[in-house]
């Protein structure tokens, strides 16, 4: 058994795409109409291992966006990516004008920061101890 | 970082008010208010938070419970446009066609035929979690397998 897939819950997926790529900088891998108004497009990131995939689903099932808004509404991430220096990018979103409900902040060994993927999560982003 | 927070739980807040539907449309401006912020701050927050501005979110919201109203609902597509917060039929339709592809009554008889059982609807207008994995590597596969079998003609050419 391996994890090579998981997912994250959108409200547009031409926006998300769009966020997911031009903002967080994740490259596209798959990108197929699957009938209806939907696609199944997954991302993965330029600095990982690339066939390890994040699909961008659409919220469009009550069910999904219910909790997806319920996590929102409590300040609570929906995934959380690591990245090498979270106050650096910090900055770079912050220029690139992505809001953060939480600036960077030293929580045990790791640095973290959370901010708004414009698709109706939050984001954490996360940096490791060192010595990992 | 509680300030932050606070700023979240009351953007929630407003576009929650911008979604209900009220007799009186909610303005922005008192969506705003209710923000706590300036008319102009408040957009370009919420937009910065959601990816669209109040009005596009509450335009997309009424366009969503309209969708569900049809599938599940019995009541005509006039109706259900006065339901969800449209005062007319015509800029209902056009906008529905628009964002969604096919007329309201072509989207509700689409989705009707999908119904395998009464009273129950198909999966297909809200997929479900990974739920189009299958789909898609089924049309991923038949383009590999046509990608392959035009690379077997050429060589044979």
Known sequence: MRIKLTSIMVEDQEKALRFYTQVFGFVKKHDIPVGGEFRWITVVSPEGNEDVE?????????????????????????TAFEVDDVAREYERLKALGVVFTQQPTQQGPITLAVCADTCGNLIQIYQPPVSQ | MTKLTDVLTRLCRARDLMREVHDQTVTIDEAAREAAMSPFHFIRQFSAVFGETPHQARIRSRLDRARLLLVTGEKSVTEICMDVGFSSHGSFSTLFARRVGVSPSEYRR???????????????PFPGCLSLMGPAFAIFEKQQASGSVRVVACESS
């Not at chain 1, 961008?56 to 409590?74: C, I, M, S, T, W």
């Not at chain 2, 689409?110 to 297909?124: E, I, L, N």
């Open chain 2, 110 to 124: 689409r989705a009707r035929s999908m119904v395998a059982v009464p009273g129950t609807f198909a999966s297909h």
């Open chain 1, 54 to 78: 994040l699909s961008l689903e659409p919220n469009a099932n009550p069910v999904g966006r219910a909790f997806q808004e319920g996590l929102l509404k409590q300040g609570i991430p929906a």
